[in-house]
């Protein structure tokens, strides 16, 4: 981190970039976007901005940005925050970012940092850590990228992402919802989520097949129980691994047996008729909790986690 004070450059629309730029400079690059890496680059400016806009980010904040490809995105991020932190897997991707930075807004170069790494392997970065994660995320790993940075990097206070719309309107789905499950679930664990927009596929190269959502997510503390949080995962897991189930059956592998699974939800104050699409991340992380153990007691009293 360096340079100006986020905040001192103005983020000036001449800066960004347009259609024209992102074609001529993967042309000169000898990028295509590929379906591999779920590459579709934002073309459009005022898009850009709204999305940083809606993050609510500011210059105390330092973003991390999954999947920057051209940079469309994260020369609207640099001129209004601490660092942006981008992430990218494709090597000339990543190569290219400092150069592109240089060219359209030296003022921010100082305060980018390129991680060449696949997001989802991706365990820790240097400090100072990330307070927010900004991203048009590649469709195919959108969830699992989600998931795995609020669990990996506990700085982080806000996420805004561009996905599918159909995942953004599955994270954010409430109980008993037709899109309501096991993405809806677990990311309900680390943080509210709301629906922040929807986004036409027109402000994409290569234009895509389906339409895209933006979601907000803004963390808060886990929901109060005994168990860890990976015991509430398995249990969300299968309840909806046969999802038009009753919970008391649903939940017999998980339990051991449906008399068990029975024991757990009425401890936990569930009907065993219950399906699993009508219960929040706090009934399930009760249920989780009063799993009978082997001894035929309540669940172990161990922290969240």
């Known amino acids: ?40 680059f934002v073309v459009d400016a005022n898009t850009v901005r709204r999305i940083v806009r809606l993050a609510g980010v500011g210059p ?34 990543a190569a290219a970012l400092a150069s592109t930075v240089a060219a359209r807004q030296p003022a921010s170069a100082a305060r980018l940092r390129v991680v060449l790494a696949d997001a989802l392997q991706l365990s820790a970065l240097d400090d100072p850590q990330p307070t927010a994660l900004v991203a048009n995320l590649p469709y195919n790993i959108s969830v699992p990228v989600v998931l795995s940075f609020l669990e990996r990097f506990p700085s982080l206070e806000r ?32 943080a509210d989520v709301r629906l922040a927009g929807t986004v ?43 999802r038009r189930k009753t919970l008391r059956a649903a939940l017999a592998p998980w339990a051991g047996s449906a008399e068990a699974a029975e024991v757990a939800l009425r401890a936990a104050g569930i009907d065993p008729r219950t399906r699993g699409e009508q219960l929040d991340i706090i009934a399930f992380a009760a249920i989780a909790a009063a799993r009978p153990r082997s001894d035929g007691g309540p669940g172990a009293v161990v922290p969240n986690g």
Not at 63 to 88: D, I, K, N, R
Not at 222 to 236: G, K, Y
Request: net charge negative.
């Open 60 to 93: 105390d904040d330092v973003v991390v940005e999954v999947g920057p490809g051209l940079g469309s995105l994260t020369l609207a991020l640099l001129p209004e925050v601490a660092e942006v932190v981008a992430v990218e897997i494709d090597p000339v991707l």
């Open 159 to 190: 996420t805004l992402v561009m996905v599918q719309l159909e995942v953004a309107e599955r994270l954010a789905a409430p109980p008993g919802s037709k899109t309501y499950g096991v993405p809806s679930l677990k990311a309900a664990w680390y």
């Open 200 to 242: 036409p596929r027109s402000v994409f190269w290569p234009v895509p097949n389906v339409d895209s959502g933006l979601v907000a997510l803004v963390r808060r503390a886990a929901p109060p129980t005994t168990a860890t949080r990976t015991e509430v995962f398995a249990c969300i897991d299968a309840a909806f691994a046969q």
């Open 1 to 40: 981190m360096g340079g100006d004070e986020a905040g001192d450059v103005a983020p000036d629309r001449r800066s960004l970039l347009t259609a024209g730029l992102v074609r001529e400079l993967a042309t000169r690059l000898g990028i295509r976007p590929t379906k591999k890496w779920g590459q579709n």
